[in-house]
């Protein structure tokens, strides 16, 4: 057997493999550019940027949130939902494989607060009105109860607006897109437009600076932060853009100052648990290539096959999108050990075309989507065994006035 013969049977049962994962025609990349132009959007979302950088610039006209009576609401709760059913035959489920959300049954609403069409949806019940300066595009939500928002205002700059645990704001500050929270959620971090990270914890006074400016003019990005509480030591991972052949560069962020993080050849750092970090080692117009790697006995794995976008909060699942896509989000969500196991994919079809423009962890073994497909918008729970059921069931809106946002880095009972 030569390597003609090999890479011959292995493209004939990689193609067999496809063929046989669902019914109906898969959404391959010339039917994703296809469609993608023909979509009305505001802006491309790459491999790199992610579905995160697409949902940041559909916002809602929203602000700051009081419960009832303008009375600052206690803390998110650490309920649970139900889990999500194993997939049957009984037509509740779509067909393996098959992303179709036109109907599904409806569960219980997502375990977090969230925004829908400028209201912010408490998980307890009930709504609150939102008064921060601009339009929130995303927030974090920390474990005393205070919320860190990004905003967008009507030029299209970017700003963080700090809500205290007891309603109270901070002034708006200039700062790149991208927000991020701690697993432990209680830290929240950014970057400003001189480069500088900025972590608040929400019992400090004020946001304080960490480590030296990250080199760069444009687009750098916070990727994660990796420590349990950053009032007296914090790292930071930020991806900015790179000199020379690479598109990017990671830096890794303490109080010890800024250095370019080199562990693993990535050109981005996208999550970290623990002792696991995964990110891209390549990135072009045709895909991307992750690698997750750790320490000691752990190997981790790479593949061609996906890009992952987080750990689960125990850090034993990865979420994942196909390693390109173009237009109005994903057409396309998986999950996968950090073994390196799939434990599934379900993919748009000709007939069912529907787009995954962001996704949070729930908990350890759900994820709540935001998914547009035929004219609606809904937010559907996923579980690690590909089952699906609505949190908030379909409304109608057209494709770029997505009614939601969800809270990054998911509630802090599940950080």
């Known amino acids: 057997m030569n390597d003609?013969?090999?890479?011959?049977?292995?493209?004939?049962?990689?193609?067999?493999?496809?063929?046989?994962?669902?019914?109906?025609?898969?959404?391959?990349?010339?039917?994703?550019?296809?469609?993608?132009?023909?979509?009305?959007?505001?802006?491309?979302?790459t491999a790199v940027a992610g579905v995160a950088a697409a949902a940041a610039l559909i916002v809602p006209t929203v602000s700051l949130a009081t419960h009832t009576n303008g009375k600052p609401e206690p803390g998110p709760a650490t309920n649970t939902p139900s889990p999500t059913q194993?997939?049957?035959?009984?037509g509740s489920q779509p067909k393996p494989g098959v992303l179709d959300v036109s109907d599904l049954p409806t569960g219980s609403a997502p375990a977090f607060?969230?925004?829908?069409?400028?209201?912010?949806?408490?998980?307890?019940?009930?709504?609150?009105?939102?008064?921060?300066?601009?339009?929130?595009s995303h927030f974090v939500a920390l474990d005393d109860g205070s919320r860190v928002w990004q905003t967008i205002s009507g030029q299209g700059d970017a700003y963080i607006e700090i809500q205290d645990a007891d309603g109270t704001f901070h002034e708006p500050v200039p700062a790149y897109v991208g927000l991020k929270a701690n697993r432990e959620h209680n830290t929240a971090g950014w970057v400003r437009p001189d480069g500088q990270v900025m972590v608040w914890s929400g019992r400090a006074t004020e946001p304080r600076p960490l480590g030296d400016p990250v080199p760069g003019k444009h687009d750098i990005r916070i990727a994660?932060?990796?420590?349990?509480?950053?009032?007296?030591?914090?790292?930071?991972?930020?991806n900015g853009p790179a000199d020379g052949a690479k598109i990017w560069q990671p830096y890794e962020v303490?109080?010890?100052?800024?250095?370019?993080?080199?562990?693993?050849?990535?050109?981005?750092?996208?999550?970290?648990?623990?002792?696991?970090?995964?990110?891209?080692?390549?990135?072009?117009?045709?895909?991307?290539c992750s690698d997750l790697f750790g320490g000691g006995e752990f190997q981790g794995f790479s593949t061609c096959k996906a890009q992952f976008d987080s750990f689960s909060p125990d850090g034993a699942t990865l979420l994942g999108y196909p390693p390109y896509f173009d237009g109005l989000g994903s057409t396309s969500i998986s999950m996968w050990t950090v073994t390196g196991d799939k434990l599934f994919e379900r993919s748009g079809t000709v007939k069912h075309q529907a787009a995954v423009t962001n996704a949070v962890w729930e908990d350890d073994t759900h994820v709540i989507a935001a998914i547009y497909q035929e004219n609606t918008w809904s937010l559907v729970r996923i579980g690690t065994d590909g089952s699906m059921e609505y949190a908030v069931p379909p409304v109608e809106a057209a494709d770029v006035d997505n009614p939601f946002i969800l809270p990054t880095g998911g509630a802090p009972s599940a950080g």
């Open 4 to 45: 003609r013969d090999d890479l011959t049977r292995t493209l004939s049962r990689e193609l067999a493999d496809r063929a046989h994962e669902m019914d109906g025609s898969l959404l391959h990349l010339a039917d994703v550019q296809g469609k993608a132009r023909s979509i009305r959007r505001r802006r491309t979302a």
């Open 86 to 90: 194993t997939v049957t035959d009984d």
């Open 113 to 136: 607060d969230y925004l829908q069409d400028g209201k912010l949806q408490f998980h307890d019940g009930g709504s609150g009105e939102v008064n921060t300066t601009y339009s929130p």
């Open 224 to 238: 994660a932060i990796l420590s349990q509480d950053c009032t007296d030591f914090c790292t930071v991972y930020v």
């Open 254 to 288: 303490t109080d010890d100052g800024t250095t370019p993080y080199t562990d693993g050849g990535l050109v981005t750092v996208d999550d970290v648990a623990g002792g696991m970090t995964v990110g891209k080692t390549e990135v072009t117009d045709f895909g991307s």
